[in-house]
Structure formats: structure tokens, C-alpha cells
């Protein structure tokens, strides 16, 4: 069983275990001995204070392993996987806890095809972590100074998303832009210069402890209201690392990732190249997609929560288009991982190519109610374990049958187990939502 690697690589409060120095450094040495292809890696990362000092430290550590790293500055986490197989990098890696709060941070590898690192290899990168941990001291592990980011990466990244919408314009549009105040503050601006239209970049003025506070995806709502008090066209939000992105529509309505999964897929089964009319979501994409998808003639398959796992399951099936409801879409085409920015870019492209707005592609798309209760939890044992628990899920279950879904999991990269419930009838989806998760916070909560 992993310990340190989660859904999307490793992520804690920065300085704390297993974010302090010398794990980090572990985890350079470790990954350094793991490259095949190349020993060459490069390494992007987002706003956030530690992510300069982490970045030092792994790359010390890197080194020790007999690696080198190529700094790209501060980017987002599709750029990294884009250039890390563009280039023939050995590994990619970004530091990046993306949309939690500017005290935590993360690293996340990508291997030399683009792709996130399968859960095999994390394993043997987690063991030989350990075995490091037990030798190292203190006094092996000083950083070096950071190396000077080479800013033609971040250039070609824009350049390679510019290229999938060549014809792309916004004339008479007015679009705004919530940047997070995280890395896609770094390209936004450059990305969207010379489209046409009004383009309004808000949240974009990074100071270390800003990113995701009150905006970005996280806050889907704040580019909503923006939409809406200066009747803009629409409006696109990212979270930290800008690998996922959510939108508003004309009305100031938030369009999450299952409405883009529909119109995409339209779009791509209109012009025929909806591989096998089918669409790859998870167990968290409300039922209202499925049957919006059907009328359509498109099929949607679920896989666990996490663009890695949607991705194995696109690749089983041979899907073209998949993604999570929040905003991690998968253009397999086109990217290795979830790109926010290639998902505006594309979703601007629907808009332009339809002359529909975002209002009108979404408008059948009647989503069923949904509750989302997080429990704090001390440690993440099985729930069939729990007598208690399962007896509520099972009753829960079968009093909602046909009608509505129950979906209990843990959080890949917190301390939370997520009771989802979703229901023609709220009431009782609520009620058996805060049942569940009373159930679960007396066996197992704080």
C-alpha cells in the first residue's frame, strides 16, 4: 500500500513530513536512479512561497542521484508533461499541491511519454525513499542555489496551444479569466493576446500565499458574479496548477466539467471523430450527463476518481474524450493529462465554430440534485470493515434504488472521506448524506 504517493503524487503541508527537506531529497535521489530514458529531467512549478525552496532541494538531490534538471519557472502542470515528452526528458516534474491552500504543496512526475507515473513505479519509488530516509543526515541534504528558469519554455507551451485552434477568433466576445493567482498566471494573458474580443485576466498578481484564496475553480462562483455584474460573454476559471479549469456562462451560471464533457463530445461526434461514441467519467459525474449523453447516442463509462484512472479506462475503451465533473478534461489526442487552458481553448472553439453561447450547447443537460459531505477522518480504513457504516450505505442504497446514486470514497490526497449523494428527491438525499457521514464520523472521525 502506498504511503506517499496519492491520487496526483505527494502532497502535504509544506516543510512538514513528507514535504521536509530530507524527504525531498529522498525523493530526488530515488527518482534520479529511476530514469531509463534519459538522465535529464525537467522540473515547473506554481506560485506558492516553499515551491522555491522544495524545487532546490529536489534538485539537489537529483544531482546527488546523478541526474540534472532543466528549470522551466514558474508553469503549469500540462506544460511540464507536454515538454517533458516533447523533449525527451526522462521525467517531468511539477511542484504543485494545485487547489489546496498556498501552506501545502506537492510534487507531481510525469514519465518520459507525457503520462502520470503508473502506481508500480511510484511503489518502487516509495521503497527506495524509505531506504534513503533510514541513511541520510541533515548535513547531506543542503540545497544548491536554484537554477535560472529558461522562460523559451513557457513560450513554446503557448505556441503548441495556439496551434489546435488556428481559426479560433472572439471577436465581439468579452471573456473573463480567473488565473487563481496561480501558474496560469504565467501564460494566460500571452495565450489569449491576439484572439480578438475583450479579455478581462483577474486574479492574476501572485504573492506567495494568494493562490486558490477566494477564486480560481475552487471558487467557481467568484468569475460567475464577475460574468453576470458586467454582462460578459462568459467566463473561465483555473485552479492552481491550471490543469483543470470550470466556466460561467452569459447568464452568470457555473458550468462545471460534466456540461464541457457534453458539448465536447457533441462536437467531436458531430464531426465523426468521437472515438466508438463513447465518453469516459467518474463515479462523481451527476446522472443528468449520462442521459443527456444517451439522447445523444454517445455511451458513458465510469472510472475512480482521478485523471489517471479516467485515462486507463479511455485507453481500455479506446474513448477520445473524457474527464472528471471538476474540470479535469482529457483530450488523449491532443495531451497526455488534463490541460485548463486547452480546455478553454476548445470550449471557446465549440462557442465560435456553433455560434451557440455556452447557455444554449448546455441547456438540455438537467442535472439531478447533489450533496457532497467531507468528513475528517483519522485514518483511511476500509468502510466494509464497519458494520455501522455499511448498514447505513446499504439502506441509503436501496431506498434511493433507481432514482439516485450513492458514492462513499476517501480523498486521494487528504484526510477526508466524501459522501456523495445524488437524488431526484432532495430531502431524502440529504437526509441520507448527513447519516452516512454521521456514521463515518463516529467509527472513524477526529
Same mark, same amino acid.
Request: glycine share 10%; aromatic share 4%.
Given at each position: 500500500?502506498? #504511503?506517499?504517493? +496519492?491520487?496526483?503524487?505527494?502532497?502535504?503541508?509544506?516543510?512538514?513530513?513528507?514535504?521536509?527537506?530530507? @524527504?525531498?531529497?529522498?525523493?530526488?535521489?530515488?527518482?534520479?536512479?529511476?530514469?531509463?530514458?534519459?538522465?535529464?529531467?525537467?522540473?515547473?512549478?506554481?506560485?506558492?512561497?516553499?515551491?522555491?525552496?522544495?524545487? $532546490?532541494?529536489?534538485?539537489?538531490?537529483?544531482?546527488?542521484?546523478?541526474?540534472?534538471?532543466?528549470?522551466?519557472?514558474?508553469? @503549469?502542470?500540462?506544460?511540464? $508533461?507536454?515538454?517533458?515528452?516533447?523533449?525527451?526528458?526522462?521525467?517531468?516534474?511539477?511542484?504543485?499541491?494545485?487547489?489546496?491552500?498556498? %501552506?501545502?504543496?506537492?510534487?507531481?512526475?510525469?514519465?518520459?511519454?507525457?503520462?502520470?507515473?503508473?502506481?508500480?513505479?511510484?511503489?518502487?519509488?516509495?521503497?527506495?525513499?524509505?531506504?534513503?530516509?533510514? !541513511? /541520510?543526515?541533515?548535513?547531506?541534504?543542503?540545497?544548491?542555489?536554484?537554477?535560472?528558469?529558461? =522562460?523559451?519554455? *513557457?513560450?513554446?507551451?503557448? %505556441?503548441? /496551444?495556439?496551434?489546435?485552434?488556428?481559426?479560433?477568433?472572439?471577436?465581439?466576445?468579452?471573456?473573463?479569466?480567473?488565473?487563481?493567482?496561480?501558474?496560469?498566471?504565467?501564460?494566460?494573458?500571452?495565450?489569449?493576446?491576439?484572439?480578438?474580443?475583450?479579455?478581462?485576466? !483577474?486574479?492574476?498578481?501572485?504573492?506567495?500565499?494568494?493562490?486558490?484564496?477566494?477564486?480560481?475553480?475552487?471558487?467557481? #462562483?467568484?468569475?460567475?458574479?464577475?460574468?453576470?455584474?458586467?454582462?460578459?460573454?462568459?467566463?473561465?476559471?483555473?485552479?492552481?496548477?491550471?490543469?483543470?479549469?470550470?466556466?460561467?456562462?452569459?447568464?452568470?451560471?457555473?458550468?462545471?466539467?460534466?456540461?464541457?464533457?457534453?458539448?465536447?463530445?457533441?462536437?467531436?461526434?458531430?464531426?465523426?471523430?468521437?472515438?466508438?461514441?463513447?465518453?469516459?467519467?467518474?463515479?462523481?459525474?451527476?446522472?443528468?450527463?449520462? $442521459?443527456? /449523453? #444517451?439522447?445523444?447516442?454517445?455511451?458513458?463509462?465510469?472510472?475512480?476518481?482521478?485523471?489517471?484512472?479516467?485515462?486507463?479506462?479511455?485507453? $481500455?475503451?479506446?474513448?477520445?474524450?473524457?474527464?472528471?465533473?471538476?474540470?479535469?478534461?482529457?483530450?488523449?489526442?491532443?495531451?497526455? @493529462?488534463?490541460?485548463?487552458? %486547452? !480546455?478553454?481553448?476548445?470550449?471557446?472553439?465549440?462557442?465560435? !465554430?456553433?455560434?451557440?453561447?455556452?447557455?444554449?450547447?448546455?441547456?438540455?443537460?438537467?442535472?439531478?440534485? %447533489?450533496?457532497?459531505?467531507?468528513?475528517?477522518?483519522?485514518?483511511?480504513?476500509?468502510?466494509?470493515?464497519?458494520?455501522?457504516?455499511?448498514?447505513?450505505?446499504?439502506?441509503?442504497?436501496?431506498?434511493?434504488?433507481?432514482? +439516485?446514486?450513492?458514492?462513499?470514497?476517501?480523498?486521494?490526497?487528504?484526510?477526508?472521506? *466524501?459522501?456523495?449523494? =445524488?437524488?431526484?428527491?432532495?430531502?431524502?438525499?440529504?437526509?441520507?448524506? =448527513?447519516?452516512?457521514?454521521?456514521?463515518?464520523?463516529?467509527?472513524?472521525?477526529?
Amino acid at each position: 500500500m502506498r #504511503k506517499l504517493f +496519492g491520487t496526483d503524487g505527494i502532497r502535504a503541508v509544506a516543510g512538514e513530513s513528507p514535504l521536509d527537506p530530507k @524527504t525531498i531529497y529522498a525523493v530526488g535521489l530515488a527518482l534520479a536512479h529511476s530514469l531509463t530514458s534519459s538522465k535529464e529531467v525537467l522540473l515547473g512549478m506554481d506560485t506558492r512561497e516553499s515551491s522555491e525552496w522544495i524545487a $532546490a532541494t529536489l534538485i539537489a538531490g537529483l544531482n546527488a542521484g546523478g541526474a540534472t534538471a532543466r528549470l522551466a519557472g514558474v508553469i @503549469t502542470t500540462p506544460a511540464v $508533461a507536454y515538454l517533458a515528452r516533447k523533449h525527451g526528458f526522462g521525467a517531468g516534474i511539477v511542484i504543485s499541491a494545485s487547489h489546496n491552500p498556498w %501552506q501545502d504543496n506537492g510534487i507531481k512526475l510525469f514519465g518520459p511519454d507525457g503520462y502520470k507515473l503508473s502506481d508500480e513505479i511510484e511503489l518502487a519509488i516509495e521503497d527506495e525513499i524509505f531506504r534513503h530516509l533510514a !541513511t /541520510l543526515t541533515h548535513d547531506s541534504i543542503a540545497a544548491d542555489k536554484l537554477l535560472e528558469p529558461d =522562460e523559451s519554455y *513557457r513560450a513554446e507551451y503557448i %505556441q503548441f /496551444l495556439r496551434a489546435q485552434v488556428p481559426d479560433l477568433s472572439l471577436d465581439g466576445k468579452t471573456i473573463v479569466v480567473d488565473c487563481a493567482n496561480g501558474a496560469a498566471s504565467s501564460v494566460a494573458a500571452q495565450l489569449f493576446a491576439g484572439l480578438g474580443g475583450e479579455i478581462r485576466i !483577474t486574479h492574476a498578481s501572485p504573492n506567495g500565499r494568494n493562490i486558490n484564496e477566494g477564486c480560481g475553480a475552487l471558487h467557481p #462562483k467568484v468569475v460567475a458574479a464577475e460574468v453576470a455584474a458586467s454582462h460578459a460573454s462568459m467566463g473561465i476559471t483555473f485552479d492552481g496548477d491550471a490543469d483543470r479549469s470550470l466556466f460561467a456562462d452569459e447568464h452568470g451560471k457555473v458550468v462545471n466539467g460534466d456540461a464541457v464533457m457534453l458539448l465536447a463530445a457533441r462536437d467531436l461526434k458531430s464531426r465523426g471523430q468521437l472515438a466508438n461514441d463513447t465518453v469516459v467519467a467518474t463515479t462523481m459525474s451527476n446522472m443528468g450527463l449520462e $442521459a443527456a /449523453l #444517451k439522447r445523444s447516442g454517445i455511451r458513458m463509462l465510469r472510472a475512480p476518481v482521478g485523471d489517471k484512472y479516467v485515462l486507463e479506462e479511455m485507453r $481500455a475503451s479506446g474513448a477520445s474524450l473524457g474527464g472528471e465533473q471538476s474540470g479535469h478534461i482529457l483530450f488523449p489526442q491532443l495531451s497526455t @493529462t488534463g490541460d485548463g487552458l %486547452q !480546455t478553454a481553448l476548445a470550449v471557446l472553439n465549440v462557442l465560435h !465554430t456553433s455560434g451557440q453561447s455556452l447557455a444554449e450547447l448546455t441547456a438540455d443537460l438537467k442535472v439531478f440534485p %447533489q450533496v457532497i459531505v467531507n468528513v475528517k477522518v483519522r485514518e483511511k480504513k476500509p468502510l466494509d470493515g464497519f458494520p455501522a457504516i455499511v448498514a447505513t450505505i446499504t439502506a441509503a442504497e436501496e431506498e434511493l434504488k433507481d432514482t +439516485g446514486r450513492v458514492v462513499i470514497r476517501y480523498s486521494g490526497t487528504e484526510a477526508l472521506a *466524501r459522501v456523495m449523494i =445524488e437524488a431526484e428527491d432532495e430531502a431524502r438525499m440529504k437526509h441520507h448524506a =448527513e447519516a452516512i457521514a454521521d456514521a463515518i464520523r463516529t467509527e472513524l472521525g477526529i
